[in-house]
């Protein structure tokens, strides 16, 4: 994520414009408690928050309109798609619509992001109203050696050219195994080191911590690049069963938060809840997550 900053000539040469000067002149005006106020509330910005219609996908399947309804009903603000089980653009969009609901982010595969297919899927994720396409898997094994994991970062970057033009930002979403160890580092970070700064790096918080790998440090140590978070819970059996915040999780949210707010660069929170404790419907499981992040402080 690019700062309203690029250097420090930047910044400077801001502060000897006109335009600068009174802006700055306006601030050091302010008393010290307004100051604090105008701080204060910039920090307790709120993020708005996502389900990742994967979690709900059995119903999706069969009924993506009443999905959709039902998702916002929780009080979700967005979604993000795995799949649109042969629904149309113009009629999800639609639904979207109706529902509230804006569509923040697509999990697909590469095959969808090449030469042939890329402007297909660039007219449909458009028409959603959506601009981030992330690759959801199927990378590990190609990643798991320092010359595939190098191949596959030219690729990216080759992909990631091809999205600027046309407005569009591409990522990976990270699983349990893609953080095996390449000479020292985990092919994790060796991949988002050789990839360009507006590749965003989808930590997925419980298959992170289920893989062994930290993702309160994954996370910092790309700053700007974890604008979608996924939200999901881990327990001590290394399973998903937990909702975000209940019973069992492990997680440390206020932590996996501030970093993620003041280092990661977030713009949204991605429930993901991949199954529910026996008994529970999922769609239950879900609001369960989101009156959680509610008690936290996030909604």
């Known amino acids: 994520m690019r700062t309203i900053w690029e250097n420090d000539m930047d910044r400077r040469s801001f502060l000897k414009s006109g335009l600068g000067a009174a802006a700055f002149g306006a601030f050091s005006a302010l008393s010290s408690t307004s100051r604090d106020v105008l701080f204060a509330a910039e920090s307790k910005k709120k993020i708005p928050i996502a389900l990742q219609v994967y979690s709900v996908r059995d119903y999706a399947s069969k009924d993506m309109r009443g999905t959709l309804k039902r998702i916002a009903e929780i009080g979700y603000k967005g979604v993000e798609f795995a799949g649109y089980y042969g629904n149309e653009a113009k009629d999800i969009r639609k639904w979207l619509d109706e529902a509230g609901l804006q569509a923040i982010s697509t999990h697909l595969g590469v095959p969808q992001l090449l030469e042939g297919t890329f402007e297909q899927t660039v007219e449909f994720e458009k028409t959603l109203g959506n601009r981030r396409l992330i690759v959801a898997g199927g990378l590990s094994a190609s990643c798991a050696t320092d010359a595939g994991n190098q191949m596959t970062a030219y690729l990216f970057n080759e992909i990631a050219a091809k999205a600027r033009k046309v407005d ?60 979608l978070l996924h939200v999901k819970a881990e327990n001590e059996e290394g399973k998903h069963g937990a909702c975000v915040g209940g019973p069992g999780d492990i997680v440390d949210w206020p932590r996996m938060f501030d970093i993620s707010e003041n280092i990661g660069g977030v713009e949204w929170y991605i429930v993901e809840q991949e199954d529910s404790r026996d008994g529970q419907d999922i769609f239950d499981a879900c609001a369960e997550c989101f009156e959680n992040l509610k008690k936290m402080g996030k909604v």
Do not use: C
Not at 172 to 190: K, P
């Open 168 to 227: 569009m930002q591409i990522g990976f979403h990270s699983h349990f195994n893609d953080f095996t160890d390449i000479n020292g580092t985990n092919a994790w970070d060796l991949f988002f080191s050789r990839t360009a700064d507006d590749i965003i790096a989808q930590i997925d918080v419980g298959n992170s911590m289920h893989g062994g790998a930290d993702p309160y440090a994954e996370v910092a140590k790309f700053p700007g690049r974890g604008q």
